[in-house]
């Protein structure tokens, strides 16, 4: 009778197990920024230190909500499995693609450090390396979007008229699908 209810509280638990890993591995890479930051060969204060790994933790989370804006509702209607959309994001993550909230903290942090330090203790070079950024990343994201639809119409769209499939779908379904294809 008692291994039953151990059992029963080891089943119940067992939902919380994978919440417990999301968080720790959330803590490791907190952790992680507090001791890259502090292994710098630089003289480094405490408030930089929790700076940084503030700014990780919100990068975490600002990560974690568009992420769930862009894909969410292809993973709800079941156009993408969370899976692919997870594969999806850790491609886009390691291209260093951006997204509106990071151009606000990047404009943040360099008005907070010109407020603190004045006009010479911005590095420009990577300040413009960044704006050039924002202007290049949306331009090739349209030559990548208009290259993927082109690829569409040219294939499956042929594909369906050549078997007389386009009576029997109506323009709009074609349209959405299309549509679904680009919200990641």
């Known amino acids: 009778m008692e291994l039953e209810k151990i059992a029963q ?68 209607s079941r156009a993408m499995t969370l899976a692919g959309v997870i594969l999806i994001a850790a491609i886009f993550e390691a291209l260093g693609a951006l997204v509106s909230t990071t151009h606000s903290i990047v404009g943040g942090v360099l008005g907070a450090g010109i407020a603190a330090g004045g006009w010479d203790i911005a590095n420009w070079a990577k300040m413009a390396q960044i704006a050039a950024s924002w202007v290049i990343s949306p331009v090739l994201g349209g030559i990548i979007a208009a290259s993927f639809l082109y690829l569409i119409k040219r294939s499956a769209l042929l594909k369906i008229r050549q078997h007389g499939l386009s009576r029997c779908l109506p323009r709009h379904y074609l349209q959405q699908f299309s549509s679904l294809l680009f919200t990641a």
């Not at 197990?17 to 060969?41: C, D, H, P, Q, W």
């Open 9 to 76: 509280i080891e089943h119940a638990t067992w939902a919380n197990r994978k919440e417990l890993l999301r968080l720790g591995i959330a803590m490791l890479f907190i952790v992680g920024i507090m001791l890259f930051v502090g292994s710098t060969n630089a003289e480094v204060s405490h408030m930089l230190i929790i700076a940084a790994m503030i700014g990780g933790y919100m990068a975490m989370n600002i990560g974690a909500n568009d992420v769930a804006n862009n894909v969410g509702p292809a993973v709800g």
